[in-house]
């Protein structure tokens, strides 16, 4: 098939052919860093046997649908985390390719935006009985004045971001006069709402998926693991520093691997609550979900991610690897859960 492999990117001017030498200098291992996503997303795409065209956006979202009507792709793999540098627009470019009526892999826009906003998507799951710690939510400048009608110890997040940004061990609240200061910390570095939510002990654990509908398939867990002679309950949270810096997930003894054993009843659980916050937040051919495990079995969702990482190496690429989806593959099922989507509607 014919990809083009949509993103964001801060290079204004590039055209695909500036990608592609970006991209084949990066393969290649000519960087200090790992290659970025969108070009190992189609490095896979190529190696699957499809013809590729890498598309940045930067500030023009015009760039998109152009290259759509003159290559006119097959389908497009919608990797788009921002538009000009705001994550909040991440939907921009699906919405671009729904009105333009070109398909693509992933998420609606609806899905989207009510994903990353945590309460709106807390909200929605509660309502479909699924369980979601109880909060509340602190709009910007909004000061707290009082208790909530909580139970401390809290975590304190943005309402809108990802990738754990502006969650570090000062998230994790126990008092008032703690939550004050940690939900005006979110106000003033980060310009959005806060939300302060209960505090879940057990095991944190993603569930990544593929599929739609009755093909929905629920990947084997993956878990971030802590060291706990190092690290107290409260610790043990995905914060930036945990997910993202090595120095530091060395010193605390931090690890994300493919999880330990669970129980037939909490395995149940998971794959249940899995396929129903999926249908309940309009999810489309892959995502992940960050899940506590309590002590007894209890299955809660801490957040759905409609726009998953997968580069290889990572979460979601080791999970379908465990089940026999090599990364080409993995990018190539994506890819075709999408069209099938299309072809069935």
């Known amino acids: 098939m014919r990809v083009i492999v949509a993103f964001d990117t801060p290079y204004a001017g590039w055209i695909p052919d500036d990608h592609r030498r970006q991209m084949d200098e990066e393969l290649a291992g000519n960087g200090a860093d790992e290659p970025e996503m969108e070009y190992q997303v189609a490095g896979a795409l190529l190696d699957a046997g499809h013809e590729v065209l890498l598309v940045g956006v930067h500030r023009d979202p015009r760039v998109l649908l152009d290259e759509c009507a003159a290559w006119k792709p097959d389908v497009v793999v919608n990797l788009a985390e921002s538009f000009n540098g705001d994550g909040s627009l991440d939907y921009v470019c699906a919405t671009l390719l729904d009105a333009g009526a070109w398909r693509y892999t992933g998420s609606s826009p609806l899905a989207l935006q009510v994903t990353r906003d945590k309460a709106m998507s807390k909200k929605v799951l509660a309502y479909h009985g699924i369980r979601v710690p109880a909060f509340v939510m602190y709009r910007t400048r909004e000061k707290v004045t009082e208790s909530p009608p909580l139970e401390f110890p809290l975590i304190v997040k943005p309402l809108a971001a990802d990738a754990s940004l502006g969650i570090a061990r000062a998230s994790v609240v126990d008092d008032v006069v703690a939550l004050a200061e940690r939900v005006a910390f979110v106000h003033e570095r980060f310009r959005q709402p ?43 949270i995905a914060t930036q520093a945990a997910k993202w810096a ?51 079995d209890e299955v809660w969702v801490l957040e759905a991610n409609a726009n998953p990482f997968i580069s290889k190496g990572h979460e979601m690429a080791n999970a379908a690897a465990k089940v026999g989806l090599p990364y080409p593959q993995f990018v190539d099922r994506i890819v075709q859960e999408a069209v099938a989507r299309y072809e069935r509607a």
């Open 194 to 236: 806060a939300i302060a939510e209960q505090f879940i002990q057990g095991r944190e654990l993603y569930a990544g998926t593929l599929g739609n509908d009755e093909r929905l398939q629920v990947l084997p867990l993956t878990e971030l693991v802590f060291d706990k002679e190092k690290t107290e309950p409260e610790q043990r």
């Open 246 to 296: 090595d120095d530091y997930r060395k010193r605390w003894g931090i690890r994300t691997v493919l999880a330990r054993p669970v129980s037939a009843c909490a395995r149940e659980r998971i794959e249940r609550v899995c396929r129903e916050a999926g249908k309940a937040l309009w999810l489309r051919d892959y995502a992940r979900f960050d899940l506590r495990l309590t002590d007894d």
